[in-house]
């Protein structure tokens, strides 16, 4: 375990907020979207445009649906978050379990958080940029390599359905107790 120099931490609302920040802004997004399009559909719907009527209502369900998708999407990175930080508290930085969450910007963010926390975020950010990542690779990995993703196990469990995760250690308490 590495307890000797353990960084203080933040409280868990802060946390929550850093590992899926860049998703609450896209629900906020997703939000406003839907309320645009709610607007251009009961406009044509007015006007008894079908087409048009049809068009928007499709892109309200879009957006609309986007928001519980991002929702579901922050919960399980905060999953994600907590499994890492136990992992790399108890073993310390390794490339294996850094490739597992390379594949996108949220699971990259979630491993950089937990790191950040354990004051391992140089290590981290080097790996990834060995790998030749960059800060503006949005797009997951799987979503390129595989265009029927939608339609696939894995992507709906992996990134829609973490299981709860309970971590193994209150890092706050052990900060605390080794500050003083």
């Not at 044509?44 to 579901?72: K, Q, R, T």
């Not at 490339?95 to 140089?122: H, N």
Request: overall charge positive; some cysteine.
């Amino acid at each position: 375990m590495n307890t000797l120099r353990l960084p203080k931490q933040p409280p868990t609302v802060v946390s929550f907020w850093n590992v899926g920040a860049l998703l609450y802004y896209s629900t906020l997004l997703f939000m406003l979207e839907t309320l645009f399009y709610w607007n251009k559909f009961k406009d044509a719907y007015a006007d008894e445009a079908v087409l048009f009527s049809l068009f928007w209502l499709g892109s309200v369900l879009f957006a609309f649906s986007h928001i519980f998708m991002v929702v579901f999407d922050g919960w399980s990175r905060y999953q994600n978050y907590k499994r890492i930080k136990d992992y790399l508290f108890v073993h310390g930085f390794t490339p294996k379990i850094a490739r597992l969450y390379k594949g996108s910007k949220c699971q990259r963010t979630a491993f950089l958080v937990a790191a950040r926390e354990l004051g391992m975020e140089d290590k981290v950010i080097s790996y990834y940029r060995r790998l030749g990542i960059k800060w503006y690779h949005f797009v997951p990995h799987f979503m390129i390599k595989d265009p029927w993703f939608l339609f696939k196990k894995y992507f709906w469990s992996r990134t829609f359905m973490e299981k709860h995760y309970e971590p193994k250690f209150n890092y706050r308490e052990l900060s605390a107790s080794l500050s003083i």
